[in-house]
DNA sequence: GCACGCGATGTTTACGCAAACATCAGCCAC
DNA sequence: GTGGCTGATGTTTGCGTAAACATCGCGTGC
């Protein structure tokens, strides 16, 4: 057989012809399609191992920054992998290694900060640690549309994945992940189930509400977020609390949907309450529509009204006037995410319970002792 | 028949299986073990093609919805699917395939409305189409942090690149993506090289100052964004063209960083110029600033003074007052992107060139004719 | 001087899936 | 009835990588 045919590149090994008998390979093994200099298929191991003179095993090794691999070796394998702008393939990886080293990240809607800013801690993370963040839109908070995306997910090339979402909506009963995905869930109360990573709610709503009464105000009004929304209800929880823990009377709770516009509704609704000279409003963007609300009715803030936020978004600072809000450390929940997320798939972690991240009161001019005070 | 089954909720089948006369496999095909740290491992389409008994290419026809195979069959395989919990492997699917199905975004921060809106819609557009999206951030925006997300890309298992960037930090010439990854740029004007869609910052910005000509101002003044933003230098430069045209005299050029604070220490600027009736800010949380930078110094909006925002979002219309501003469709930014991204990916799109999203002038009551007017 | 060990490298195999090809049973046309 | 066709299913193969195992040459200890 005319085994000469030799390529002028030619191949280094003699590679062994004979072995009829190849137990499993033998079929031809195509030299692929040409990748010469007009190559449009990308390099493969094998491709960087023929210019090189190596093994494709070689490659992976210096691939891998595997030691054992003579110096002179490394440098011709790593010339070869310019020369042909070799990149791993990352599918084969996966399959071989049999994991992504990604993060998947359920979210219900990133028009809130605290959910852009959790996932924007949550990346950086992720990525000093190695991994990469895919998202995972759900449309409408609807159990169906969440078990959905959960579907989805099972598809999809992650190891893990981060909730950031009100748990209720997760109907553990339908849901079942793939074996091994690790979750961590953010804005939850559900540690008795999963490992949740979350602000304390309760700490912070007791900070504002001490603050304003510490100033001398008789009691504290609220406007709580919607009903869905779990820390919305702790913060509700925790006003009532530490009313009650003060020996103050609660006055009725009024409820927006996280938005200005809502806020500034509500903030009508509070201006015609005379008796009301401090309202603890659970997100800062309430706080803008109440602000502009009472501004609007003539009543002065904060000489007739002190109102107090949650959240201390980058804008709080410069309302009318400059808001006194509960910051929040969303790059640490996020952080804390992924530590948790990652211990888990290696199973350092427990299999659930709540990590606070503590919050910090942010005095700014809204907030000022009553008047007759 | 004997479909009763077996095992509850337990790993596959009893496997161990008769070292029958497996003609490939031939080896011993030990029951799967533990892969990694002791878990069980997924089932694979062999599993379940033994489970169901047939092949594992009948398995694989089933699992993407060829036709050609036979109904009773496909009921067998799809409860022995069931179960055995299985999910194909993306990692081997992706490498067969070629492809990840999904879809890279690299942005600098999440820190800006349209950042995020942006990002928010191209992940729900691309899910829409089956594509997930990978987060690729960015920490500073250097040069030299670029080209190392590109490099990470470079490894990332993504079919296609967003960025969400002001291309010039893209030194073309050290950046090299892997073959057939194909990129479209947002926020930047190298439609020349790149595949570009961007909101029509021009024509957002002309109806904005057309809109303060109009009311009778005799000029208007601008609060720009930083040096390092196409946008803010797109929105600057049509504001200039757009009084030229018009025959006024454009007012020194004021800038600011995108932030609420840096729109409060331009607007004590501007409060101290007497003959300032009208204010055009790059962006809405500028505007807030400068409301209340005006409002400390005494000056009335709109009475004195006239301010426009850009970006239109959800708290500008609870601002003090309410901002009358240039409303960006990003949903409809990101839409375009995906498809753009998938287009090319096809080849069925352009190379290059750009796409623009028109504006909508939003009037509000921050802007009114001038007191002499 | 010879076996042994060790470092460097090569060879085989399997990861899970799906394209390409092979087989096989029925059925119709002539 | 026989050849050919069709639809359903099985078999082979290989994607690019990396673990496991195999080989090979050289220096060292005794």
């Given at each position: 057989m005319d085994t000469a045919e030799r390529t002028p590149a030619d191949v280094p090994g003699p590679t062994t012809g004979a072995a009829a008998a190849a137990p499993t390979g033998g079929a031809a093994r195509r030299p692929r399609a040409r990748t010469r200099s007009g190559a449009r298929t990308t390099a493969s191991m094998a491709d960087v191992a023929r210019l090189a003179g190596v093994s494709a095993q070689t490659v992976s090794r210096v691939s891998n920054g595997y030691?054992?691999?003579n110096e002179q070796t490394r440098r011709q394998v790593l010339a070869a992998m310019k020369e042909l702008g070799y990149r791993p393939n990352s599918a084969a990886r996966a399959l071989k290694?049999?994991?992504?080293?990604t993060i998947g990240v359920i979210t219900f809607?990133?028009?809130?900060t605290g959910n852009v800013r959790t996932l924007e801690a949550i990346a950086t993370s992720a990525a000093h640690e190695g991994y990469a963040v895919t998202l995972l839109p759900v449309a409408v908070p609807t159990q169906a549309e969440v078990r959905g995306a959960f579907s989805r997910l099972e598809e999809l090339a992650v190891d893990a994945v981060i909730v950031i979402m009100?748990?209720?909506?997760?109907d553990a009963a339908t849901i079942h992940l793939p074996p091994h995905v690790q979750v961590v869930v953010v804005d939850s109360d559900a540690g008795d189930h999963y490992t949740v990573v979350d602000t304390d709610q309760a700490g912070g709503t007791r900070a504002a509400v001490q603050h304003l009464l510490d100033l001398g105000h008789r009691t504290v009004w609220h406007l709580g977020g919607p009903e869905g929304s779990f820390a919305a209800q702790r913060r509700t929880d925790a006003w009532r609390a530490a009313l009650v823990e003060a020996g103050r009377a609660a006055p009725p709770l009024i409820r927006g949907d996280w938005s200005a516009e809502s806020g500034y509704r509500a903030g009508l609704e509070l201006a015609a309450h005379d008796d009301c000279t401090a309202v603890f409003a659970a997100n800062d963007q309430m706080a803008l529509g109440l602000l502009r609300a009472l501004h609007e009715r003539g009543r002065r803030v904060p000489e007739d009204v002190s109102v107090i936020g949650f959240d201390?978004?980058?804008?709080a600072s410069s309302f009318l006037p400059p808001l006194t809000t509960v910051h929040q450390d969303f790059a640490e929940v996020g952080r804390l995410c992924v530590r948790a997320v990652l211990r888990k798939m290696r199973q350092e972690g427990p299999e659930r319970g709540t990590t606070l991240v503590p919050t910090r009161l942010v005095p700014r001019a809204s907030t000022a002792p009553p008047r007759q005070a």
């Amino acid at each position: 057989m005319d085994t000469a045919e030799r390529t002028p590149a030619d191949v280094p090994g003699p590679t062994t012809g004979a072995a009829a008998a190849a137990p499993t390979g033998g079929a031809a093994r195509r030299p692929r399609a040409r990748t010469r200099s007009g190559a449009r298929t990308t390099a493969s191991m094998a491709d960087v191992a023929r210019l090189a003179g190596v093994s494709a095993q070689t490659v992976s090794r210096v691939s891998n920054g595997y030691a054992g691999v003579n110096e002179q070796t490394r440098r011709q394998v790593l010339a070869a992998m310019k020369e042909l702008g070799y990149r791993p393939n990352s599918a084969a990886r996966a399959l071989k290694r049999g994991e992504f080293r990604t993060i998947g990240v359920i979210t219900f809607t990133l028009s809130t900060t605290g959910n852009v800013r959790t996932l924007e801690a949550i990346a950086t993370s992720a990525a000093h640690e190695g991994y990469a963040v895919t998202l995972l839109p759900v449309a409408v908070p609807t159990q169906a549309e969440v078990r959905g995306a959960f579907s989805r997910l099972e598809e999809l090339a992650v190891d893990a994945v981060i909730v950031i979402m009100e748990v209720h909506l997760l109907d553990a009963a339908t849901i079942h992940l793939p074996p091994h995905v690790q979750v961590v869930v953010v804005d939850s109360d559900a540690g008795d189930h999963y490992t949740v990573v979350d602000t304390d709610q309760a700490g912070g709503t007791r900070a504002a509400v001490q603050h304003l009464l510490d100033l001398g105000h008789r009691t504290v009004w609220h406007l709580g977020g919607p009903e869905g929304s779990f820390a919305a209800q702790r913060r509700t929880d925790a006003w009532r609390a530490a009313l009650v823990e003060a020996g103050r009377a609660a006055p009725p709770l009024i409820r927006g949907d996280w938005s200005a516009e809502s806020g500034y509704r509500a903030g009508l609704e509070l201006a015609a309450h005379d008796d009301c000279t401090a309202v603890f409003a659970a997100n800062d963007q309430m706080a803008l529509g109440l602000l502009r609300a009472l501004h609007e009715r003539g009543r002065r803030v904060p000489e007739d009204v002190s109102v107090i936020g949650f959240d201390d978004i980058p804008e709080a600072s410069s309302f009318l006037p400059p808001l006194t809000t509960v910051h929040q450390d969303f790059a640490e929940v996020g952080r804390l995410c992924v530590r948790a997320v990652l211990r888990k798939m290696r199973q350092e972690g427990p299999e659930r319970g709540t990590t606070l991240v503590p919050t910090r009161l942010v005095p700014r001019a809204s907030t000022a002792p009553p008047r007759q005070a």
